[in-house]
């Protein structure tokens, strides 16, 4: 599947006085998205700061920073970009509607499928994911909130990634104060959990977090099942993932295989490229109970012979 797609530069600058500003879809701590109604009569999103909300200097820089991300970006797995403005006193970002759902809500329209057909489509959108992953780690960027809510996923099944606030690039700061931390705990590998956001971000997170997905979604239950947020931290700082099978005994091997693979808790363990984990759904949508274990990487084999000595 290619996710490369080639579209009209966007407009950059103020937004055309032709497009007509609608209701408020949604509203968080970062900003609102807005529908928007486009010459001839298509649906548009936009994402701005509210006219009302003080955002500060981290919080208008972090916003900065993601249009200038998605601007950079032409996937089909991405939303489309009309038009934006980076100036720092009125920023905002025009993209395409995209039709769908939520991972969050296509998790739940999952559980009343028959247990082949749910682990096919589980299998095939993480297929279709982990390459969409593989495509924005290639031009250095890392997501850093990887959700079943920072997911959509279209009515033919493909997943459109959104909400890159948090993502990092090599040329960025950090753009966090000590302590502070960035992501969702419930999705956060450890290591970012543990660092308060004070390291330089690397995809084994995105793909870790990716197990996590994969995990609920044949599971019907997250790794991370705590309460309240502190036993959510709890869980992340100290408990490895219990082992799918475990939870879902229905789940095939060669499956339970590759999510353990994306959730070893070391980074240097986990799989390297989301185009390694697209190749082995791809062998268990063929045969789920054919693929064997992930062989341990490099470091740890040759660890293993140098103690036979």
């Known amino acids: 599947m290619s996710f490369s797609h080639a579209n009209p530069a966007p407009h950059r600058g103020p937004l055309p006085p032709?497009?007509?500003?609608?209701?408020t879809v949604a509203r968080g701590g970062m900003g609102e998205l807005v529908e928007v109604t486009?010459?001839?009569?298509?649906r548009l999103l936009l994402k701005r700061i509210p006219p009302l909300l003080l955002a500060g200097a981290v919080q208008v820089e972090r916003f900065?920073?993601?249009?200038?991300?998605?601007?950079?970006?032409?996937l089909e797995g991405v939303p489309r970009i009309e038009a934006f403005d980076d100036d720092p006193?009125?920023?905002?970002l025009l993209m395409e509607w995209v039709e769908g759902i939520t991972l969050e809500d296509w998790f739940g329209e999952l559980a009343q499928r028959p247990a082949e057909e749910r682990l096919e489509r589980v299998l095939r959108l993480g297929e279709d994911l982990a390459l969409l992953l593989g495509e924005v780690h290639h031009v250095g960027i890392v997501h850093r909130?990887?959700?079943?809510?920072?997911v959509l996923v279209r009515p033919d099944g493909s997943p459109v990634l959104l909400d890159f606030g948090l993502s990092w690039t090599p040329v960025d700061s950090l753009l966090t104060q000590s302590g502070d931390f960035l992501g969702t705990l419930r999705y956060a590998p450890p290591e970012q959990v543990f660092a308060s956001g004070r390291l330089a971000a690397d995809r084994s997170g995105d793909l870790y977090s990716l197990g996590l997905i994969l995990f609920e979604a044949l599971a019907g239950r997250p790794v991370r099942d705590g309460g309240d947020s502190q036993e959510i931290l709890r869980q992340a700082l100290l408990e490895d993932p219990p082992d799918l099978r475990s939870v879902a005994p229905a789940v095939?091997?060669?499956?339970?295989?590759?999510?353990?693979?994306?959730?070893?808790r070391h980074p240097r363990d986990r799989y390297p490229s989301g185009a390694e984990v697209a190749r082995d759904l791809a062998r268990c949508r063929a045969d789920p109970a054919a693929?064997?274990?992930p062989s341990p990487p490099l470091?740890?084999?040759l660890a293993r012979s140098w103690r036979r000595w």
């Open 145 to 150: 909130d990887l959700t079943p809510r920072n």
């Open 64 to 74: 900065r920073r993601e249009i200038r991300i998605l601007v950079s970006l032409e």
């Open 252 to 264: 095939p091997r060669g499956v339970a295989a590759v999510v353990a693979g994306l959730l070893a």
């Open 291 to 293: 693929l064997r274990p």
């Open 89 to 92: 006193g009125n920023p905002y």
């Open 299 to 301: 470091h740890r084999r």
């Open 18 to 23: 032709d497009y007509k500003i609608g209701a």
């Open 38 to 42: 486009a010459p001839g009569g298509r």
